[in-house]
C-alpha cells in the first residue's frame, strides 16, 4: 500500500464546475500538508500549504484537511480553461528530526477544464 | 529574483555514461531536496543536502546515484554509468528555512537513457 493514495483520473469538467480533488494517506505521523499544480513538462508549483487539519481558502482554491479520516481535498471553484494541469498532494512529517525535509507525494491527478 | 535554476533541462546519454545535472537554489536558500518523477508517477524524493552536508539521503539508489552542496556554487545530483530505467525526470527544490513544507521547483532536468 502506497503512504499517499490520489486518484491520477483524468478528471475533464466544463468551465465553471467546481472540482474536487481528493488524496488519502495511511502514515498519521503527516502535519503538514501541501497541493502543487504541475503544468505540462514543467516544475512543480505550490498553490496551498496547510498545518494539521482544518480548512483553508485561497481565491477560488480551498484545501480541507480531515486528520482522523486521513483524507485531504482541493476544492476549485469557477474552473478555468487555465486550471487545465496536473494536481498533486504532499505531504511532510513533524518538524524535528531529518525526516523534516522530506515531502510524499500522491501520484497526482490530471485536470482538464474545457471552454 | 530568479528561481531555482536547473540545467540542462534536457540531457541524453548513452547506457554506461555520466550524467550530472545540476541545481542552482533560489537566492538565499541553503536547503535543497531531489525528487525524481517516473513516467506516470509521482515524485519521489531521493536527498535533502545543505551546504557542504547531505542531510536525508533515505531516497537515493545505494549505487551510482550520489549529490553534493559544496559551499561555493550549485548543487549537483550524480549518476553514474546509467541505465535505461534512470530515464526521468529530476526536480529540485529549494527552501529558506529547514523543511521543505513551502519549498519551490526547478523546471527540471529531464534525462533520457539511449
Known amino acids: 500500500q502506497k503512504e499517499v493514495e490520489q486518484d491520477p483520473g483524468p478528471l475533464s469538467v466544463p468551465e465553471g464546475a467546481i472540482v474536487s480533488l481528493n488524496c488519502t494517506y495511511s502514515n498519521s505521523a503527516f502535519q503538514y500538508f501541501m497541493w502543487y499544480r504541475q503544468y505540462s513538462r514543467k516544475g512543480p508549483e505550490l498553490l496551498m500549504y496547510?498545518?494539521?487539519?482544518g480548512n483553508k481558502e485561497d481565491g477560488r482554491f480551498t484545501a480541507q484537511v480531515d486528520k482522523s479520516s486521513k483524507y485531504i481535498s482541493l476544492f476549485i471553484r469557477d474552473s478555468q480553461p487555465s486550471d487545465s494541469a496536473t494536481y498533486l498532494c504532499a505531504m511532510s512529517l513533524n518538524a524535528g528530526g531529518t525526516s523534516y525535509g522530506k515531502l510524499t507525494f500522491g501520484q497526482g491527478t490530471i485536470l482538464t477544464v474545457h471552454p | 529574483n530568479a528561481g531555482v535554476m536547473q540545467n540542462p533541462r534536457h540531457l541524453v546519454r548513452r547506457r554506461g555514461q555520466e550524467a550530472r545535472l545540476r541545481c542552482s537554489p533560489m537566492k538565499g536558500h541553503s536547503h535543497v531536496y531531489w525528487y525524481r518523477q517516473l513516467p506516470e508517477e509521482g515524485l519521489k524524493f531521493m536527498v535533502y543536502l545543505q551546504k557542504e552536508n547531505i542531510i536525508d539521503e533515505s531516497g537515493m539508489p545505494k549505487e551510482r546515484f550520489s549529490a553534493e552542496f559544496p559551499k561555493e556554487g550549485p548543487s549537483i545530483l550524480r549518476i553514474q554509468q546509467v541505465v535505461r530505467g534512470d530515464s526521468a525526470a529530476y526536480f529540485c527544490a529549494s527552501s529558506l528555512l529547514q523543511g521543505n513544507t513551502e519549498a519551490f521547483f526547478g523546471q527540471g532536468t529531464r534525462l533520457t537513457v539511449v
Open positions: 496547510t498545518y494539521s487539519s
